[in-house]
């Protein structure tokens, strides 16, 4: 293990509780997310895959920032940030639910946490969401109090996760179910404990509540689950694009609205609730979209890494859209890729050309997702 005392590039980036943590456990490199640092480099991404797959990695994910809505009108204020009706959702529940401006178009996807009747966080993908509802919230007459919690994520996934957490929590950790939260003790220290993550694994978030004693969790769940095949280890980009999971930024942005992606289940039009975006959203469902998300594979050798910028994707001469998350995968042997095309376009038995960084290669169209679509391993 080591240290290192002066790493950064200034104050103006947040550390996370885990920071000196992940380092004193191997991690030497990092990406800023949330304008924060968080691990990107363990030593080698597929064997990070293969810990992740087949036993248990400890991720510090403290970029999830949280927005905490409470107050009399906090139900009904994050009623009206999402195009998601959570007219039934439930106490210790989570949602996946996404926030769109006036015009419809993705402002972040975040998971959102009902810790009572007048309290939810707002767990947060890379955007400012703090300062839009804030900025709603000036502009409406919604009786809340809307501000970054002490809390702080740390992902726990894989197929060995929940062998680990009954080691951490007891046998009740048992009948946590899919998208569910509840709160334990540690050290006297308030956990908020969900069966959530972004991995496409079997997985659970811990939520600390004091700052102070990062280093000191991150010890100890490591000391736990070592013995059990536990790894320390950063979000997986193969596992994630196999799984279809967006990246903010990368797969979608304030451009794209939630039609383009494929999530209008997450879009209740039709409900009495009023959201932002709802006019907007009602007409582009009405005239429907221009572009669309889809899979490809990239029929050339594997990839040495994920893309750093976006490769233009072509039908003959032309330019047709654009490859936004790309990477080899291990398990799959192929080079996998989201995308996100001219609905004009789409022809499954078209071929297109990706212009990758190791040359230009032909792509064809497959299901999404890559891996597991039904989505077994998660809600096992």
Request: net charge negative; with cysteine; glycine share 8%.
């Amino acid at each position: 293990m080591k240290k290192l005392d002066d790493f950064g590039f200034g104050t103006q980036i947040r550390k996370s509780p885990f920071f000196d943590a992940t380092i004193e456990w191997g991690a030497t490199g990092f990406s800023v997310y949330n304008h924060m640092y968080i691990p990107r480099d363990f030593g080698d991404p597929e064997q990070n895959f293969w810990n992740l797959v087949n036993e248990a990695i400890l991720c510090d994910v403290s970029v999830e920032r949280q927005v905490e809505i409470s107050g009399p009108d906090a139900g009904r204020f994050v009623q009206f940030l999402t195009p998601r009706d959570l007219s039934q959702m439930k106490v210790g529940q989570c949602k996946y639910i996404l926030i769109t401006n006036q015009d419809g178009g993705l402002l972040n996807d975040p998971v959102l946490l009902k810790l009572a009747d007048d309290r939810f966080w707002i767990s947060l993908a890379d955007s400012d969401i703090l300062l839009w509802a804030q900025g709603v919230a000036v502009n409406t007459d919604y009786d809340v109090n809307i501000f970054e919690p002490d809390a702080s994520p740390l992902q726990l996934q894989g197929p060995k996760s929940r062998d680990i957490m009954v080691k951490l929590f007891g046998e009740s950790i048992l009948d946590l179910k899919y998208y569910w939260h509840r709160e334990y003790k540690w050290n006297g220290i308030s956990l908020i404990v969900s069966r959530t993550g972004w991995s496409s694994e079997l997985g659970y978030e811990i939520f600390l509540t004091d700052h102070t004693m990062g280093n000191e969790l991150w010890n100890h769940i490591m000391l736990i689950g070592e013995p059990l095949g536990l790894k320390p280890g950063h979000t997986s980009s193969i596992r994630r694009i196999e799984g279809a999971m967006l990246s903010y930024h990368a797969d979608a942005d304030i451009s794209t609205n939630p039609f383009e992606l494929g999530l209008d289940r997450l879009v209740n039009i039709d409900s009495s609730q009023d959201f932002i975006g709802k006019k907007a959203l009602v007409k582009i469902r009405t005239e429907g979209v221009d572009k669309t998300q889809v899979g490809l594979v990239i029929e050339c050798d594997p990839l040495g890494g994920p893309n750093t910028k976006f490769w233009p994707v072509k039908k003959g001469e032309q330019k047709v859209g654009k490859v936004t998350s790309a990477v080899y995968s291990p398990r799959l042997k192929k080079n996998i890729a989201l995308a996100m095309l001219s609905v004009k376009s789409l022809d499954k038995s078209t071929k297109f050309q990706v212009d990758t960084s190791q040359g230009s290669f032909p792509a064809h169209i497959v299901d999404l997702p890559f891996y597991d679509p039904n989505k077994r391993i998660t809600k096992s």
